[in-house]
């Protein structure tokens, strides 16, 4: 079965420093790959997605993920966090031969210290 | 303007009542999707339509009763509520049921019944 794991359910950054939220999946093939971000109240919002080529993807915001096949795993970086940032984060999958049905990771929760 | 606006945002109410959600997108989309987020942040797919047909429908009880009278609304009919069914329903579009395509979120309908 489809399965995305966010190993850290809490992340805790001070503002200006670096960020790398993980996210690995379980699927025989490459599949589909977003990130959203999602604020309090609010619904969830499109920063990123993969689907083939260039392993590095630049998103809004200033994100970026790379995604490595012989890890499974597409991680969310951004080289400087803002206090704006701080926000609840999911990955999400999507198999290639199937109806846009997204898996979504449990999600990672940011806290941003001033 | 809202590109995939759902209502209520929030409803309170007593178990075994029935309720509707309703979901409208602007965007031209030609599928939409129900969400259900627990407690612990977890996301997952309830039902999809794909111009006005049902294409996804998990393991959900036959309570929830999808209704999609074109292709730009989705609603979510829920009868005799439980206290399990209190949680956030998320509405969702995408152009076409490709698993490439991102898809756009409302802001929820906080569901709490008493």
């Known amino acids: 079965a489809q399965s995305v794991t966010q190993p850290d359910i809490h992340i805790t950054v001070s503002e200006g420093a670096s960020l790398e939220l993980r996210c690995n999946y379980s699927?025989?093939?490459?599949?589909?790959l977003f990130w959203y971000v999602q604020s309090p109240g609010q619904g969830l919002q499109l920063l990123l997605k993969?689907?083939?080529?260039?392993?590095l993807v630049q998103g809004i915001k200033g994100f970026e993920a790379e995604f490595k096949r012989s890890q499974s795993s597409f991680n969310l970086r951004k080289p400087s966090v803002h206090w704006s940032d701080a926000a609840e984060y999911f990955c999400?999958?999507?198999?290639?031969?199937?109806?846009?049905?997204?898996?979504f990771g449990s999600g990672t929760k940011l806290n941003v210290k001033p | 303007d809202t590109a995939v606006s759902q209502t209520p945002k929030y409803l309170v109410t007593q178990m075994g009542n029935d309720k509707s959600i309703k979901c409208e997108q602007n965007?031209?989309?030609?599928?939409m999707y129900w969400y259900k987020q627990d407690s612990k942040k977890f996301l997952k797919i309830m039902f999809s339509?794909?111009?006005?047909?049902?294409?996804i429908n998990e393991t959900v009880p036959n309570r929830f009763s999808p209704k999609s009278p074109d292709k730009a609304h989705l609603n979510l009919h829920i009868n005799s509520l439980e206290l399990g069914d209190s949680a956030v329903y998320f509405c969702?579009?995408?152009?076409?049921?490709?698993?490439?395509?991102?898809?756009?979120f409302g802001d929820g309908t906080r569901l709490s019944i008493l």
């Open positions: 969702a579009s995408s152009p076409d049921r490709g698993g490439n395509q991102p898809q756009h």
């Open positions: 699927y025989g093939a490459t599949p589909y």
């Open positions: 993969y689907f083939s080529g260039d392993t």
């Open positions: 999400a999958v999507a198999r290639r031969n199937n109806f846009n049905k997204f898996y």
């Open positions: 965007l031209g989309h030609d599928t």
């Open positions: 339509y794909n111009n006005k047909e049902l294409i």
